[in-house]
């Protein structure tokens, strides 16, 4: 499952669907509501691997990709 959430994070409900994926990519633009989605999805998954990317030089703006797999 590949997800782009806004910089709200997923909703509750679309974290529950996506527990349902043995793999999960998740693409964050926003690294505080990252954190709140993986406080749930690593109930179920674990992070294999993580990357951040600073594509906005003199910003405050980070992008990160997490890759997730079923525990």
Known sequence: M???PPRSG???ET???VTAYDNIVYVSCNPD???DNLHELTKTHRID???IFD????THHLEC???L???
């Open 65 to 67: 990709g997490v890759y």
């Open 55 to 58: 594509q906005f030089p003199y």
């Open 49 to 51: 691997r993580f990357a």
């Open 69 to 71: 797999t079923r525990i």
């Open 33 to 35: 509501t990252l954190v």
């Open 2 to 4: 590949l997800v782009d």
């Open 15 to 17: 974290v529950k669907q």
């Open 10 to 12: 997923l909703d509750d």
